[in-house]
């Protein structure tokens, strides 16, 4: 592709960039557009450069799941909390569960501030924060899964990154799996999982944002389109867990290869 080629597909998709950047903004307000639509434009330019029209796969596509990666690192490199405002963010939520579970209703301030021995600023601060968190990685993530999934198989490049997709997702935990499953392949609401498994709204959102960030290990570790990819740790399970889940991977991988290797 020369240049003019490039440049024009460039200017083409960009809307594209402008949709994503709005479409997370939803949902994440406190992010600045500015700063995302930037690192998505460059992006675009750089799946532009990098694109082979042979490989038969929609540039669209092509540069969506690039333009997600540049938002998440975005993201990641504006991180505004601290170790402890997760902390006190983690706690808050694992004690809003609970109480919730146990009550059978949301827990008021005084309650948990009473649970947690803190007084209710620190309460407000924890839901505050946690307010503002948005899980934005997690969705970015589940977001590119769920686009993953349907795209076209007529290309090897995609048929072989969905083997990939597939065997992660295979290899998580039972429940995780279920809740993955339902969730992306067969669009059930998350209050329609929670309600079927028995546990709270909340629980099931927790389980599906660790599945997804195991995902990402798994894709990252056995599937990564660069070097750097395999150094980052997106989960947040023991590591002896982490190890097991990427064997399983591995070995979904394997056992979907081979019969396909034996055809031919």
Not at 32 to 57: E, K
Request: with cysteine; charged share 25%; aromatic share 4%.
């Amino acid at each position: 592709m020369n240049r003019v080629e490039r440049n024009q597909l460039v200017v083409e998709n960009l809307p594209l960039v402008g949709y994503l950047v709005s479409e997370l903004c939803a949902t994440a307000s406190h992010l600045s557009r500015d700063d995302l639509a930037s690192a998505g434009s460059i992006a675009l330019i750089t799946s532009a450069d990098s694109f082979n029209t042979d490989l038969g796969v929609p540039f669209g596509a092509y540069a969506r799941r690039r333009i997600l990666g540049a938002f998440a690192d975005e993201m990641r490199s504006n991180d505004w909390a601290t170790r402890g405002a997760r902390r006190r963010i983690k706690e808050t939520l694992a004690i809003q569960e609970t109480l919730t579970a146990a009550l059978g209703r949301a827990p008021g301030i005084d309650e948990m501030a009473s649970a947690l021995g803190v007084d209710r600023e620190t309460v407000v601060a924890g839901l505050t924060d946690a307010a503002r968190t948005v899980s934005t990685l997690d969705d970015t993530t589940a977001e590119y899964l769920a686009a993953d999934i349907p795209l076209p198989e007529e290309s090897l490049l995609v048929a072989e990154r969905l083997t990939y997709l597939r065997a992660a997702v295979a290899a998580l935990p039972e429940s995780m799996r279920f809740i993955i499953e339902q969730i992306y392949f067969e669009d059930r609401a998350v209050k329609d999982v929670a309600a079927e498994l028995g546990i709270t709204h909340s629980a099931v959102s927790q389980q599906r944002a660790e599945a997804v960030r195991l995902i990402r290990d798994g894709m990252s570790t056995h599937y990564a389109d660069a070097p750097e990819e395999e150094a980052i740790t997106h989960s947040r399970v023991a590591p002896a867990r982490r190890a097991a889940y990427l064997t399983g991977v591995a070995e979904h991988v394997l056992r979907a290869v081979q019969p396909a290797a034996v055809a031919s």
